[in-house]
């Protein structure tokens, strides 16, 4: 079975400082991987996917994350972040045929 | 319109009320899907639905009730709720599901709807 893990429900980060959010994910193969963010009251918005092929991928809002297979992990980072970047991140794998499983969520707080 | 809508956007219901929520996605999309979205627990897949045929019932109970005419709109017939089930209820889109397209996997969300039962 195919499972997501983000390790952190909260993080705190001060404006203009570097961003990294943590996922890690269990599946047999090599999984497409994706991360959404969530602003209250609102659906999710993909930020970027990984397919294949180089395994630092870039997204919007100047985000991007690394897909390291040894660690099954694919973690999101931003060098410095906004205080619009306030939101929930969801982490998620989608494997078997099309099935997407989704991470708990990582709430991130902006502090001016 | 673009992308996925979802109307209304906040519903309040008594528990002996019939309700519907439609969603409708204007990508060409051949999937679509429900989520329930509760408070301090994790996205839970409700129903699929692909080229009009679902294909996913997540142990849904039967007072939830899905219907898909066609590829583009999905609708959640909603009868004699519960209290617990108070929840942002997301729809979603993407290319299809089996991924066939190598980049269909993605889905695009509509707002939600805010569901209150009272």
């Known amino acids: 079975a195919q499972s997501v893990t983000q390790p952190d429900i909260h993080i705190t980060v001060s404006e203009g400082a570097s961003l990294e959010l943590r996922c890690n994910y269990s599946?047999?193969?090599?999984?497409?991987l994706f991360w959404y963010v969530q602003s209250p009251g609102q659906g999710l918005q993909l930020l970027l996917k990984?397919?294949?092929?180089?395994?630092l991928v870039q997204g919007i809002k100047g985000f991007e994350a690394e897909f390291k297979r040894s660690q099954s992990s694919f973690n999101l980072r931003k060098p410095s972040v906004h205080w619009s970047d306030a939101a929930e991140y969801f982490c998620?794998?989608?494997?078997?045929?099309?099935?997407?499983?989704f991470g708990d969520g990582t709430t991130l707080t902006v502090k001016p | 319109e673009t992308g996925v809508t979802q109307t209304p956007r906040h519903l309040v219901m008594g528990m002996t009320n019939k309700k519907s929520l439609k969603c409708e996605q204007h990508?060409?999309?051949?999937?679509m899907y429900w989520y329930k979205q509760s408070a301090k627990k994790p996205l839970e897949l409700m129903f699929v639905?692909?080229?009009?045929?679902?294909?996913e019932n997540n142990s849904v109970p039967s007072r939830f009730s899905p219907e898909c005419p066609n590829s583009s709109h999905l609708f959640l017939h909603l009868h004699t709720l519960q209290p617990e089930d108070s929840a942002l209820y997301l729809c979603?889109?993407?290319?299809?599901?089996?991924?066939?397209?190598?980049?269909?996997?993605?889905?695009?969300f509509g707002p939600g709807t805010r569901l209150t039962v009272t």
């Open positions: 639905y692909n080229f009009k045929e679902q294909t």
């Open positions: 990984y397919f294949s092929g180089d395994t």
């Open positions: 990508l060409g999309h051949n999937a």
């Open positions: 979603a889109s993407s290319q299809d599901f089996s991924g066939t397209g190598g980049g269909s996997y993605e889905q695009y």
């Open positions: 599946y047999g193969a090599t999984p497409y």
């Open positions: 998620a794998v989608v494997g078997n045929a099309g099935k997407s499983t």
